[in-house]
T-cell receptor, first 109, second 112 residues
Framework: AQRVTQPEKLLSVFKGAPVELKCNYS??????LFWYVQYSRQRLQLLLR??SRESIKGFTADLNKGETSFHLKKPFAQEEDSAMYYC???????????FGQGTELSVKP | GAVVSQHPSWVICKSGTSVKIECRSL??????MFWYRQFPKQSLMLMAT?????????EQGVEKDKFLINHASLTLSTLTVTSAHPEDSSFYIC????????FGPGTRLTVT
C-alpha cells in the first residue's frame, strides 16, 4: 500500500537552529517526491521537488531510495519558516499526490 | 504563475440542502483537477480525481452520490455536496494539474 509517514506532528526550534523534517514513504515504482508548505491562512504551495534538486528559501531535500526517505532540511531556521509542511509522493506527471500527516514547524525568536 | 480560484470561500447551509463549490484554473487549462478535504490541524485527504469530459474517480470510502463532481471544461470543476449534514462540515480544497498541482484557497463549509 502507498503510505507516507511524517513522524513529527510538531517540531519546535529556536531561530537560527538547524531543522530537519522527516518523511518516509512506502510506494511502488519510482515516485516523484514533493514538499508542500502551508503558511497560516494561506493556500498550499509547492516548496520543492526532488527531481529539480534545488534549494528554495534555504530548504533542501535529498531523496534516499535505499531508506525510502525524503527529509527536508534547513541549516538556519527563520521565524517566517513557521508553517505546516507536507511530504507528498506522486506516481506520474498529472497523477494524484498522497499527503503525509504533516509537520507543524514552529520557529521561536 | 498558475492560479486556481475557488468559490465561495465560505458557505453556511442548513442540513438537508445541497451546496456547490466551484474550482477554476484562471490562466491555464487543466485536464485533471483534484478535490481534497481537510479537517482542522490535519492533512489533506484526497476525495476524488476529476478528469475533463469523463467521470470522476473517487477514493475508497468517499460516497460518489453524496459528493458529485463535474468537470465540464478545462478550466472548471465543481463539487456538489448533496443533502448536507453537519458531519460534512469541513474545509474543501481543489487543485488543478499542469505539470504540477496548483491549489485553490479552499472553501469552508459549515452545515447547521
Amino acid at each position: 500500500a502507498q503510505r507516507v509517514t511524517q513522524p513529527e506532528k510538531l517540531l519546535s526550534v529556536f531561530k537560527g537552529a538547524p531543522v530537519e523534517l522527516k518523511c518516509n514513504y512506502s510506494y511502488s515504482g519510482s515516485p516523484e517526491l514533493f514538499w508542500y508548505v502551508q503558511y497560516s491562512r494561506q493556500r498550499l504551495q509547492l516548496l520543492l521537488r526532488h527531481i529539480s534538486r534545488e534549494s528554495i528559501k534555504g530548504f533542501t531535500a535529498d531523496l534516499n531510495k535505499g531508506e525510502t526517505s525524503f527529509h527536508l532540511k534547513k541549516p538556519f531556521a527563520q521565524e517566517e519558516d513557521s508553517a505546516m509542511y507536507y511530504c507528498a509522493p506522486r506516481h506520474n506527471q498529472g497523477g494524484k499526490l498522497i499527503f503525509g500527516q504533516g509537520t507543524e514547524l514552529s520557529v521561536k525568536p | 504563475g498558475a492560479v486556481v480560484s475557488q468559490h465561495p470561500s465560505w458557505v453556511i447551509c442548513k442540513s438537508g440542502t445541497s451546496v456547490k463549490i466551484e474550482c477554476r484554473s484562471l490562466d491555464f487549462q487543466a485536464t485533471t483537477m483534484f478535490w481534497y478535504r481537510q479537517f482542522p490541524k490535519q492533512s489533506l485527504m484526497l476525495m476524488a480525481t476529476s478528469n475533463e469530459g469523463s467521470k470522476a474517480t473517487y477514493e475508497q470510502g468517499v460516497e460518489k452520490d453524496k459528493f458529485l463532481i463535474n468537470h465540464a471544461s478545462l478550466t472548471l470543476s465543481t463539487l456538489t455536496v448533496t443533502s448536507a449534514h453537519p458531519e460534512d462540515s469541513s474545509f474543501y480544497i481543489c487543485s488543478a494539474s499542469f505539470y504540477e498541482q496548483y491549489f485553490g484557497p479552499g472553501t469552508r463549509l459549515t452545515v447547521t
